[in-house]
């Protein structure tokens, strides 16, 4: 449905993406993971049509979006950042109208707009003028609007960013409740983001993609998957060197505490990594106890996305503000 191949984006002499390339399958929902001024937003300009790529191809459901926008943008359904709200109009009058722009028949119009209202549940706020809404009840409309003609693709920018937990909970249950009739896009700095919504990841990291999977593959993959966590008796130091040796073990680190208990006093804290494929507790017990440390808890810990979040991604500051920079400005040009 959606195909994106060697995408790159060059502001000035300030790359914003290079050579980025995913797929998404119909029915998929596909959350484009990245720290701030990453490339997510300057990607999903280019697949909405709103900035033209520097190189690269992209394609959303057979159509160039370079050399066929205008059909292009009848296929999408986009949500920006900033929700594109008229704030005076109701939300049943701004549905009409944006069912008008993007070409809706006269006839069907009345039937899209109550079932993108009905979608997002906004049933009890149709008639309401728009800047009576909280932020969360805009951002329904904002999606509304995205879908009001019922698009096979659908690009959402950073959806729940600005909400509080109970509207971020509504607007993702909404989000995937949209999978499987539409192809949808998250671009999204939030890791539980992904985990909760998403079928499958692309992690963006200074304008390259690094890695594409299912989270939970990427969580397997690139962290060996499990490990423990150990309160020991004991210098850390020396536990470390005993533990070096186990089979299995791939990493052995110092953390503040395990299971969320309070550091006490001649206790050590460590987190043990296994090796794919491998489940070394047995043998750590038997070696702590063998060499004499006192081990008060090993509980399993299964890696996490954020994990794989920090291992592929690091923060260059003065990246990120060149690049939102240039995009601020070439946007404003626009």
Do not use: W
């Not at 009848?74 to 939300?91: A, H, K």
């Not at 009576?132 to 805009?138: A, F, I, P």
Request: charged share 20%.
């Amino acid at each position: 449905m959606i195909e994106v191949e060697h995408l790159s984006k060059i502001y000035g002499s300030t790359p914003a993406i290079t050579d980025v390339t995913f797929s998404v399958e119909p029915g998929e929902i596909l959350g484009l993971l990245g720290p701030n001024g990453a490339g997510k937003t300057t990607t999903m300009r280019i697949l909405a049509g709103y900035l033209p790529a520097t190189n690269g191809n992209a394609r959303i459901a057979g159509y160039d979006v370079h050399e066929n926008s205008l059909a292009v943008r009848q296929r999408i359904g986009y949500l920006p950042e900033t929700p594109p709200l008229y704030p005076d109009m109701t939300v049943e009058g701004f549905l009409h109208f944006v069912a008008q722009i993007k070409g809706v028949p006269a006839g069907d119009r009345p039937n899209k707009v109550t079932a993108a209202i009905k979608r997002c549940n906004l049933e009890d706020k149709r008639r309401v003028i728009i800047r009576k809404l909280s932020k969360g009840y805009r951002q329904r409309v904002g999606i509304a609007q995205a879908i009001v003609h019922d698009p096979p693709a659908i690009i959402l920018d950073e959806p729940t960013v600005g909400l509080d937990p109970r509207q971020i909970i509504e607007v993702r249950n909404l989000i995937k409740s949209l999978a499987g009739t539409h192809t949808i896009i998250l671009s999204t700095h939030i890791l539980p983001e992904v985990s909760m919504t998403c079928s499958r990841v692309a992690i963006i990291n200074r304008g390259k993609v690094v890695a594409t999977n299912t989270p939970e593959n990427l969580m397997t993959q690139l962290t060996g998957g499990s490990g423990y966590e150990l309160e020991i008796e004991g210098e850390a130091a020396l536990a470390k060197q005993v533990l070096q040796n186990v089979a299995g073990v791939s990493l052995i680190e110092s953390i503040p505490t395990a299971g969320g208990h309070h550091p006490q006093a001649n206790r050590a804290y460590l987190r043990v990594i296994s090796q794919p494929g491998k489940e070394p507790g047995k043998d750590i017990v038997a070696t702590l106890v063998r060499a004499g440390f006192g081990l008060h808890e090993l509980r399993r810990v299964n890696a996490t996305l954020e994990d794989v979040f920090l291992q592929l991604t690091t923060e260059e500051k003065n990246f990120e503000t060149e690049v939102d920079l240039a995009a601020d400005n070439e946007g404003e040009a626009a």
